[in-house]
């Protein structure tokens, strides 16, 4: 065998081993299995409380309304149906008229409000609808044109078929209910309703008891503990009839 030979069959060897090597070389390494077992990693945010929304309003607004829409929804189970109508004075800013008509609602709907004893139904009517009360969210100005007294700009009122809430009680609340705003808003459309249900004024039976929703719990609670419930308890919890 010559030389040339020989060296041909050894590039040849050569060049085979090569060619293998190079194919096991191209081909990726498998990838790790998968850790279990272990707790996953959850990475989260604290919530972000949304700030309340500032309400404006002028002392004395045009007196033109804004009206909520109807609603099919009969609250109550039994007893006489009132319809009523929910309206927000045009100028008045950071009160929607749904958003309003809304906590009304939900406060004629709660268990422990006029529904409570089976003696009233509640369902909100729109613009053109019959209705047997309207309720108001009025600046203090308008309210005492509602109200026929124009010398209160502090307080709500019933007068008639008008049940008025004064929007500066209503943004703002009053000293026996702070730190507890929706628990007054609560009592104000309670406390204004009862009236246009025939209720009157009712005095604190007790230092220390519970204030019934008919006391003047806007002027102070006069030895009594906030409650906005006609029902709070499954039953009509009353005081003596007066006021102060």
């Given at each position: 065998?010559?030389?040339?030979?020989?060296?041909?069959?050894?590039?040849?060897?050569?060049?085979?081993?090569?060619?293998?090597?190079?194919?096991?070389?191209?081909?990726?390494?498998?990838?790790?299995?998968?850790?279990?077992?272990?707790?996953?990693?959850?990475?989260?945010?604290?919530?972000?409380?949304?700030?309340?929304t500032k309400i404006t309003f002028p002392?004395?607004?045009?007196?033109?309304?804004?009206?909520?829409?109807?609603?099919?929804?009969?609250?109550?189970?039994?007893?006489?149906?009132?319809?009523?109508?929910?309206?927000?004075?045009?100028?008045?800013?950071?009160?929607?008229?749904?958003?309003?008509?809304?906590?009304?609602?939900?406060?004629?709907?709660?268990?422990?409000?006029?529904?409570?004893?089976?003696?009233?139904?509640?369902?909100?009517?729109?613009?053109?609808?019959?209705?047997?009360?309207?309720?108001?969210?009025a600046t203090p100005g308008t309210r005492?044109?509602?109200?026929?007294?124009?010398?209160?700009?502090?307080?709500?009122?019933?007068?008639?078929?008008?049940?008025?809430?004064?929007?500066?009680?209503?943004?703002?609340?009053?000293?026996?209910?702070?730190?507890?705003?929706?628990?007054?808003?609560?009592?104000?459309?309670?406390?204004?309703?009862?009236?246009?249900?025939?209720?009157?004024?009712?005095?604190?039976?007790?230092?220390?008891?519970?204030?019934p929703v008919m006391l003047q719990q806007?002027?102070?609670?006069?030895?009594?503990?906030?409650?906005?419930?006609?029902?709070?308890?499954?039953?009509?919890?009353?005081?003596?009839?007066?006021?102060?």
């Amino acid at each position: 065998m010559t030389m040339r030979t020989y060296g041909w069959m050894a590039a040849a060897l050569l060049g085979g081993l090569l060619a293998g090597c190079g194919t096991t070389a191209a081909t990726p390494a498998p990838a790790p299995p998968p850790v279990t077992g272990g707790p996953a990693l959850v990475v989260s945010s604290p919530p972000v409380k949304p700030r309340p929304t500032k309400i404006t309003f002028p002392r004395r607004g045009s007196g033109r309304w804004v009206t909520a829409a109807a609603s099919a929804e009969i609250v109550g189970t039994r007893g006489r149906l009132m319809r009523y109508r929910v309206v927000v004075e045009r100028e008045i800013r950071g009160v929607s008229v749904a958003g309003f008509a809304a906590a009304a609602g939900a406060t004629l709907a709660d268990p422990r409000g006029w529904t409570g004893g089976g003696d009233w139904r509640f369902r909100r009517v729109g613009p053109g609808d019959r209705y047997d009360f309207t309720l108001y969210l009025a600046t203090p100005g308008t309210r005492g044109e509602l109200c026929a007294d124009a010398s209160d700009g502090y307080t709500s009122c019933r007068n008639g078929a008008k049940v008025v809430l004064n929007v500066a009680r209503w943004a703002g609340g009053v000293p026996g209910y702070r730190n507890n705003l929706r628990g007054y808003r609560q009592y104000m459309v309670n406390h204004e309703v009862g009236h246009r249900l025939g209720h009157g004024h009712e005095l604190c039976p007790g230092k220390g008891e519970r204030g019934p929703v008919m006391l003047q719990q806007t002027l102070g609670l006069h030895g009594c503990t906030q409650n906005p419930w006609p029902y709070p308890d499954g039953e009509l919890y009353r005081g003596p009839s007066g006021q102060y």
